[in-house]
């Protein structure tokens, strides 16, 4: 089973290309060494802790936890 479940990321950008284009933007920010905005004390189910995780893994949890937001630039456009 994939954690955290796909429906619940859906929830949070409403359809897959921009929970995509969410997740990728903000993993590739981590990657070039932007502060990880999850609590660094937490430790995920798995045991890993924040500074372990890949940025990817990192972004998603910042999307699940509503920490990344995005801003749609034309009306119109889903």
């Known amino acids: 089973m994939i954690e955290p479940p796909i ?8 359809d ?6 969410m997740v990728s933007k903000r993993a590739r920010q981590v990657t070039a060494g932007s502060q990880s905005r999850l609590d660094r004390d ?4 798995d045991s890993i802790k924040d500074e372990n ?3 990817l893994t990192t ?7 509503g920490k990344v937001n995005y801003v749609r ?3 119109g456009i889903k």
């Not at 937490?42 to 189910?45: D, G, P, Y």
């Open 53 to 55: 995780r890949k940025s």
């Open 42 to 45: 937490k430790i995920m189910k």
């Open 73 to 75: 630039k034309k009306e």
């Open 59 to 65: 972004a998603i949890y910042e999307v699940l936890e």
């Open 16 to 21: 897959r290309y921009t929970l995509v284009m």
């Open 7 to 14: 429906a619940e990321l859906l929830d949070k950008s409403g």
